[in-house]
């Protein structure tokens, strides 16, 4: 008798965990969405010089370069400190490491006593992290080619 509310318990944390995992997936643009490539390919660089391996998913975070956008040469010292100033907050994380989060280490107990769908949160959690990574990492990158323009205005001269 006490085997159905355990299988009822996991199936339900298994389907919780598997809308939220294909919700994150949903919301988070694919990287070979064609604006993405667009806004993150250098100006002096032609689309067709990309590689295969460019245009597939990227399964771990590559370096980039900096990311130039069309406008960026109009602006002058004062709106681009307006743009830092406004990308800074996005290079901030308020996901938890492994060892702080207290679901992560709530999922493992659950899971290894009780319930081994808790540890589906594992994925989950992983794969929130590596979403969290890229766009950190998109906002440093554009951070990067703020300032790039930044030195060659000669701003910090003054």
């Not at 994925?123 to 790039?148: C, F, H, P, T, W």
Request: with cysteine; charged share 20%.
């Amino acid at each position: 008798m006490q085997t159905i509310p355990l299988k009822l318990m996991i199936s339900t944390l298994l389907v919780l965990f598997s809308q939220n995992l294909l919700a994150e997936i949903e919301n988070h643009p694919s990287p070979i969405d064609p604006l993405l490539t667009s806004s993150t390919r250098a100006p002096e660089q032609p689309a067709s010089s990309q590689t295969a391996e460019s245009s597939e998913p990227r399964f771990y975070p590559r370096p980039m370069g900096p990311a130039f956008e069309s406008g960026d040469e109009r602006l002058n010292c004062r709106q681009l400190d307006q743009q830092l100033a406004s990308l800074e907050s996005d290079t901030y994380s308020a996901k938890p490491g492994f060892y702080e989060d207290p679901y992560a280490g709530a999922s493992i107990f659950v899971g290894a006593v009780w319930a081994p769908g808790a540890l589906a949160y594992l994925g989950y959690s992983g794969a929130a992290e590596y979403y969290e990574q890229d766009r950190v990492s998109e906002a440093q990158n554009r951070i990067e080619a703020l300032r790039r323009m930044k030195a060659r205005l000669r701003c910090y001269e003054y």
